[in-house]
T-cell receptor
Framework: SAVISQKPSRDICQRGTSLTIQCQVD?????MFWYRQQPGQSLTLIAT?????????ESGFVIDKFPISRPNLTFSTLTVSNMSPEDSSIYLC??????????????FGPGTRLTVL | KNEVEQSPQNLTAQEGEFITINCSYS?????LHWLQQHPGGGIVSLFM???GKKKHGRLIATINIQEKHSSLHITASHPRDSAVYIC?????????????FGKGTKLSVKP
């Protein structure tokens, strides 16, 4: 299994500011994902973080709002830009591995609880 | 109708009871996850399965592909099992990472 850590674990931010969330995995993994869980809702995939290239965003999410970096196979960051109260959510990093072309496993991080005032 | 349905939505049990949480889905899947989310928000992957049955400690997960149904069982439940349990499926042919999540079952185990 993969052990995932996220920083910060929680934060309270002012409207209009930006927050960068870090995700560190203890082993090299093929895939890294960022999810959002709004209050009372299921998880929603924001994007797949690609090593060395631009992330692949899901419908409804754009790079200007959620820039993502993935400089290597064990680390990624998600920035929530120009925050508004609607961005208050839990943001989760998730990793997966591939075997024979198919996704083999998926693990989730502890999450970052963001409150925007 | 949601593609992934869980039942019950809420469950209260006494310590020591045997617990079953159900998950039904309507799409073809390549794998099904059972996840545990504690009040702080962090998610722990309990099981990923595509057939049969898996056991880890007091937890057992089963899946019936033909019936499109999975169950998560907890034997000898304990207050520390109190959490939200989420069923998520990987849609066959869907993009990796794009799981379809159930709404979760909130379990409370009383001492």
């Amino acid at each position: 299994s993969a052990v995932i850590s996220q920083k910060p674990s929680r934060d309270i931010c002012q409207r209009g500011t930006s927050l960068t969330i870090q995700c560190q995995v203890d082993s090299q993994v093929t895939m890294m994902f960022w999810y959002r869980q709004q209050p009372g809702q299921s998880l929603t995939l924001i994007a797949t973080a690609n090593q060395g290239s631009e992330a692949t965003y899901e419908s409804g999410f754009v790079i200007d709002k959620f820039p993502i970096s993935r400089p290597n196979l064990t680390f990624s960051t998600l920035t929530v830009s120009n925050m508004s109260p609607e961005d208050s959510s839990i943001y989760l990093c998730s990793v997966g591995t591939l075997r024979q072309g198919y996704q083999d496993t998926q693990y989730f991080g502890p999450g970052t609880r963001l409150t925007v005032l | 109708k949601n593609e992934v349905e869980q039942s019950p939505q809420n469950l209260t049990a006494q310590e020591g009871e045997f617990i079953t949480i159900n998950c039904s889905y309507s799409v073809g899947i390549s794998a099904l996850h059972w996840l545990q989310q504690h009040p702080g928000g962090g998610i722990v992957s309990l099981f990923m399965l595509s057939s049969g049955k898996k056991k880890h400690g007091r937890l057992i997960a089963t899946i019936n592909i033909q019936e499109k149904h999975s169950s998560l069982h907890i034997t000898a439940s304990h207050p520390r099992d109190s959490a939200v349990y989420i069923c998520a499926v990987m849609n066959y042919g869907g993009s990796q990472g794009n799981l379809i999540f159930g709404k979760g079952t909130k379990l409370s185990v009383k001492p």
